[in-house]
Nanobody
Framework: EVQLVESGGGLVQPGGSLRLSCVAS????????MRWVRQAPGKGLEWVSA????????TYAPSVKGRFTISRDNNKNALFLQMNGLKPEDTGVYYC???????WGQGTQVTVSS
């Protein structure tokens, strides 16, 4: 059974940081490019960042470039998203998914508010 389990979300003040994690099982994680996708309240899905199977290169949506860093540890079947300089508009549910969107996690809530 394929599973992607996100963690690390929470409530943070503007300007703060969070590190999201996504642990994969049930498929060959190291063979897949991976993505982070988010959904703000009342809005559609927005692609945030992607990383290829080997860890390079990484790409980012303009809205997060320079503030977020995606990484992965294939030995631990884990994907990460370091989020710095958080803004209220970063609020939403964050999902990890594989490149083709075949596999999704359940999401982790990120709320940026004072």
């Amino acid at each position: 059974e394929v599973q992607l389990v996100e963690s690390g979300g929470g409530l943070v003040q503007p300007g703060g940081s969070l590190r999201l994690s996504c642990v994969a099982s049930g498929f060959t994680f190291s063979a897949h490019a991976m993505r982070w996708v988010r959904q703000a309240p009342g809005k559609g899905l927005e692609w945030v960042s992607a990383i290829n199977s080997a860890g390079e290169p990484a790409t980012y949506a303009p809205s997060v470039k320079g503030r977020f860093t995606i990484s992965r540890d294939n030995n631990k079947n884990a994907l990460f998203l370091q989020m710095n300089g958080l803004k209220p508009e970063d609020t939403g549910v964050y999902y990890c998914a594989n490149w083709r969107y075949e596999y999704w996690g359940q999401g982790t809530q990120v709320t940026v508010s004072s």
